[in-house]
């Protein structure tokens, strides 16, 4: 037999491999989903927000609605676009377009940064370069404090300012309009910007006042009677009414707000 002749390969050379390079990953597709989510959140909230404040449903939404409408019971849609909701728009128009960005969390967080920056700065120009603007404000402040009249409550835009006005000698509390289980108007204080100790009964046997305008008064209307508020001085749409005592004013808006 034959011996079977095997043949010597030469053994392959292992070449390095080279190396593969990792590969990137759109480090931009969660940032976008998140401005993404953000954005659809804000707009889902922000502008329903505004028609239920209109209605009183929501006590934020009021306070969007006492900003862009003024008058949040009366207020006609075309007018409000034409002079406050352009401005929105475009706000809105760019937390859209930050959307397609990478950086954009962070030109959302400039953005809004920006906003209240330039919103702030021209409020308080335009204040001083016009300061009667705030004379209706000081007469009222004027009134109260000369009636010693020096804590009570205020819907928001009425609120802060009589107390900065006075500088702290009279003290307005802000306060919300709900509605209770019979569709009665009650005030309530309100949640966002005010002291803890404002929310609790601190003076009970105090004379407090409550600065209402004409609309406002309506929706409480129920509640003036009950808590015995009087009329002490009534201009310019406001109406500044007195309460005997801050006991009766929580009493009474707990007494309505119970089943």
């Not at 609605?65 to 406050?84: L, Q, V, W």
């Not at 377009?97 to 919103?119: K, M, N, R, S």
Request: charged share 20%; hydrophobic share 45%.
């Amino acid at each position: 037999m034959r011996a079977a002749q095997t043949t010597l390969r030469r053994p392959a050379l292992l070449l390095p491999r080279r190396a593969e390079r990792p590969r990137r990953e759109c480090a931009g597709t969660a940032h976008s989903g998140a401005v993404w989510l953000f954005g659809t959140m804000f707009l889902a909230g922000y502008l329903p927000g505004i028609w239920l404040g209109r209605g009183g449903v929501s006590a934020l939404g009021q306070q969007l609605a006492a900003y862009y409408t003024k008058s949040p019971e009366n207020a006609a849609f075309a007018a409000i676009f034409g002079t406050e909701f352009s401005v929105s728009f475009l706000q809105l128009t760019a937390v859209f377009l930050c959307g397609f960005c990478v950086l954009g969390v962070g030109l959302l967080a400039l953005l809004f940064a920006g906003v209240v920056l330039t919103a702030s700065a021209m409020q308080i120009t335009s204040t001083m370069k016009h300061p009667e603007i705030t004379d209706v404000q000081r007469e009222r402040a004027a009134f109260l404090q000369e009636s010693g009249l020096t804590f009570g409550y205020a819907t928001f835009w009425n609120a802060n300012v009589i107390t900065e006005l006075t500088n702290g000698e009279v003290e307005a509390v802000g306060i919300t309009i709900a509605q209770n289980e019979k569709g009665q108007g009650v005030p309530r204080v309100s949640e966002w910007l005010e002291a803890q100790e404002n929310r609790r009964m601190e003076r009970p046997d105090e004379r407090v006042f409550m600065l209402l305008t004409e609309a406002e008064s309506e929706r409480l209307d129920d509640f003036l009677k009950k808590s015995g508020a009087q009329a002490r001085c009534a201009r310019d749409g406001m109406t500044a009414y007195e309460i005997e005592s801050q006991r009766i004013f929580f009493e009474t808006a707990q007494a309505m707000d119970t089943p």
